[in-house]
């Protein structure tokens, strides 16, 4: 089990100032020569603490594979700041139906004895990190919504994802923005222009990620974009400017 003592004395390095940049620059990628959750730990705290770092160690967290990060989670010793970071709280199901509702609060009477829902909810995030990635196509799509991104991401890392499960979590608007900025750096996925309609669509879909995505689409898709009340007034005067420009070219 481990103890973090090496990311602790790291870290205290870092707030007396002693790390040299180029150190504190391999820290940021993961390349430190230390276990796994020192590394880990080391990296939250850069995210957290370290305005130069910062941008570099988020995108080397959202690397990281999650079945490592779960078994760090499962830690007993697990630094709370990497807790923190990873949101290892219950399924959220906060924008769930009322029927998914009444499923966790009634478990539903299936061979298993209790409802899917049921039976996710009680996982700890280590599991749900396995069903995400080995389990079924209905618990893929309940915990897409995790607000866990170590099981959210292992949905999205899944062997078992289709094409057609990507089409319909980019449509999603109850999932973490993250998870759709995820999908959109994925070229695996952005080569479906289905996938790349239903982000630009999706009111969920951070700005930076969804106005670029415009010029992928055919005029069809621009001329619904240009009237969809869902979108942001700049999607729709973005899809409108190029809607024009294809038109008169």
Known sequence: MAEYQASHRFIALLQAGQVPEAIRRDAAAGRLSLPFGDRLTILVYLAEHDPDSAETASATLGQLHPDA????????????????????????????????????????????????????????????????????RDERMILIRDTNRVVWRAVLDSPRLSESDVELIAAMRNIHEDALRYISGQRRFMRSLSVV?????????????????????????????????????????????????????
Do not use: Y
């Open 69 to 136: 990060v779960a078994e760090v989670l499962a830690d007993p010793l697990c630094p709370d700041p990497v807790l923190a970071w990873f949101g290892t709280g219950p399924l959220s199901l906060t924008d769930a139906s009322e029927e998914e509702q009444q499923a966790l609060r009634t478990p539903a009477p299936t061979q298993g004895g209790e409802g899917l829902l049921v039976r996710l909810a009680r996982m700890s995030p280590p599991q749900r990190v396995q069903a995400a990635l080995r389990g079924s």
């Open 197 to 249: 309609r239903n982000l630009v669509n999706n009111p969920r879909t951070p700005l930076d990620v969804a106005l670029p995505l415009l010029k992928h689409l055919f005029a069809v898709d621009l001329q619904f974009i240009a009237r969809n009340r869902m979108v942001s007034e700049q999607i729709r005067r973005q899809a409108a400017k190029l809607l024009q420009m294809k038109q008169s070219s």
